[in-house]
């Protein structure tokens, strides 16, 4: 998924609104690589850090609500009702509206728990405003860190190892990513007792 924005951006080289445009759709795939592949720009000195890191905030943003409205409409279906259960949807409900704020920083600091969050909240009809603008307020925090960090790095990389900063770079956030995703999978393991919402 990485190397599949890096790709796009590296076919829109020198055309700074093709660039802007793959970063702002990047986070509907995959926002960490989208983040990534913005700060390798801008160390690169293809985009400015604040033209890139907007972008970036707006595309995180839309695609978060997005993902709320996909919940909204699969709220809608019996058959998806029927396999949630009333019970789950209960527990869901009184989880998010007692802790938008955790469930949306639980997101942000565990990337894969970020969809299925998002949708249970349009899913439970949390108050879209009450959603919008925690949300945002998380987003732009983690945004902000995330980009710095790896514009930090990536700008260490071009320093040090001129071509190879993107492949190194990418390979660097999947194994991150990876050992994040395996820590997961055993505390899930640790605690079978997790309802399907």
Known sequence: MTNTITQYLAE????????????????????????????GLVAAGELSPELTLGTLYAGVVVSDWFLYGLGVL??????????????????????LTGSTFYASLTARLVPWLLPPIFLASGYLRIGFGRFAAINACVAFVYVGVFFWMALRFESLLIEHLSQWSWPIGSIVLLVGLGVLRRSSKRRKQRDPGVSRL
């Open 12 to 39: 829109c080289a020198g055309h700074p609104a093709l660039q802007l445009m793959v970063l702002f759709l990047g986070p509907f795939v995959l926002e960490e690589a989208a983040l990534v592949a913005g700060a």
């Open 74 to 95: 699969a709220a809608r279906s019996r058959r998806i009702r029927r396999f949630v259960g009333d019970r789950n949807i209960a527990s869901g409900r009184e989880y």
